[in-house]
């Protein structure tokens, strides 16, 4: 399983983070730029919206990958279309996971290396639970999870 997947999604992963980088640069040269050249109040609206589409940008990075994958498809543009539409479906659930990405990488990161091996593995985790949550809630797919019987 891990050589087949290493072979189906090497390329895919190789423009996403290219993707990822040019949209970093993007945005942090827009957040340069503006307060650099002009005045005014309409700079820090300006500085607000592109905060506004990093934070945008880094919640759909949390769905894209659970999103790619559960694709009958793979194609990096409708995943990160339909990432998109999952953050705005929700964005206070998506806040909320984020919160716990953040959480979980800050805990990961500062105990040990080997615990960041964990940790990336629950953030996969975490990342996929909440795309099937809401897809589920959407009634895209039936929940895949098992009931629980008392």
Known sequence: DFIEGIKKYWWRSLLWFLTNAL???I??????????Q?????VSIVGG???AVLLFWVAMQMY???ALIEQEEPKLLLAWRNAAYLVLI????AFFVASFHLLLLAISVGLTLP???VGMAGLALLGNNAVLTILVKVGKIKDPRPKLTG
């Open 64 to 66: 894209f990958w659970p």
């Open 49 to 51: 919206f592109w905060v």
């Open 90 to 93: 929700n964005p206070f659930y």
């Open 115 to 117: 615990l960041v091996f």
């Open 38 to 42: 002009f005045k005014g109040a309409w």
């Open 27 to 36: 945005i942090y040269t827009n957040l340069m730029f503006y307060p650099s």
């Open 23 to 25: 949209a970093a640069l």
